[in-house]
């Protein structure tokens, strides 16, 4: 059974670092073709991809936040961790991590994190 | 960046009824397109992924079709817990993922 649990703080403080850590279990990303995704969700909104570490630790970001995401994984603990610097309120969403195939689409999903961006 | 544009905003139908959301992206996606459900307060659950292919444990009712630019999904006929949002997402244009901004349908 492939499950997916964000964790982090629900507020940070305008211009502070966010780091956010997605704990799963079903999967390993040691195996070959597997990856983990970033996405987020600000409220009322559509959703919006962040980030992909792969199991080769190949890693990809959104270009329109590129300079501020930096996404790494612990294999051992079955953990990929995210982090955005200089948080803004605009960054206010649900953040969710999903595993995601090679040549494939985010399939399981976490349950989301809402992280408010407030002073 | 490819822009997704999902019509209608809102499809106010009943139980039973036949839904038709549509996805048009700004350029070529091939069939790299999937299409996502959401409830409130839930995670996205994949629904259609290649443009047409069901995910594991998707009713039949769940159809999706077309390549290029234009895409479809089809629920055939509507349960209650159909009642959603639905968004479409693109892999084309890698790594720069993309969604629509989504179609409600609501209980009319």
């Known amino acids: 059974q492939v499950t997916l649990r964000e964790s982090g703080p629900a507020l940070v403080k305008p211009t502070q670092t966010l780091t956010l850590t997605c704990t799963f279990s079903?999967?390993?990303?040691?195996?070959?073709?597997?990856?983990v995704s970033w996405i987020r969700q600000p409220p009322g909104k559509a959703l919006e991809w962040l980030a992909r570490?792969?199991?080769?630790?190949?890693?990809y970001y959104s270009t329109s936040l590129k300079t501020r995401l930096t996404i790494s994984k612990d294999t051992s603990k079955n953990q990929v961790v995210l982090t955005m610097t200089n948080m803004d309120p605009v960054d206010t969403a649900t953040y969710y991590c999903?595993?995601?195939?090679?040549?494939?689409?985010?399939?399981?999903w976490g349950q989301g994190t809402l992280v408010t961006v407030s002073s | 960046e490819i822009v997704l544009t999902q019509s209608p905003a809102t499809l106010s139908l009943s139980p039973g009824e036949r839904a038709t959301l549509s996805c048009r992206a700004s350029?070529?996606?091939?069939?790299?397109l999937a299409w996502y459900q959401q409830k409130p307060g839930q995670a996205p659950r994949l629904l259609i992924y290649?443009?047409?292919n069901r995910a594991t444990g998707i009713p039949a009712r769940f159809s999706g079709s077309g390549s290029g630019t234009d895409f479809t999904l089809t629920i055939s006929s509507l349960e209650p817990e159909d009642f959603a949002v639905y968004y479409c997402?693109?892999?084309?244009?890698?790594?720069?993922?993309?969604f629509g901004q989504g179609t409600k349908v609501e209980i009319k």
């Open positions: 997402q693109q892999r084309s244009n890698w790594p720069q993922w993309t």
């Open positions: 290649d443009a047409s």
């Open positions: 350029q070529s996606v091939s069939s790299y």
């Open positions: 999903a595993r995601t195939p090679l040549s494939g689409y985010p399939d399981y």
């Open positions: 079903g999967f390993s990303l040691s195996t070959s073709g597997m990856c």
């Open positions: 570490i792969d199991w080769d630790d190949d890693k």
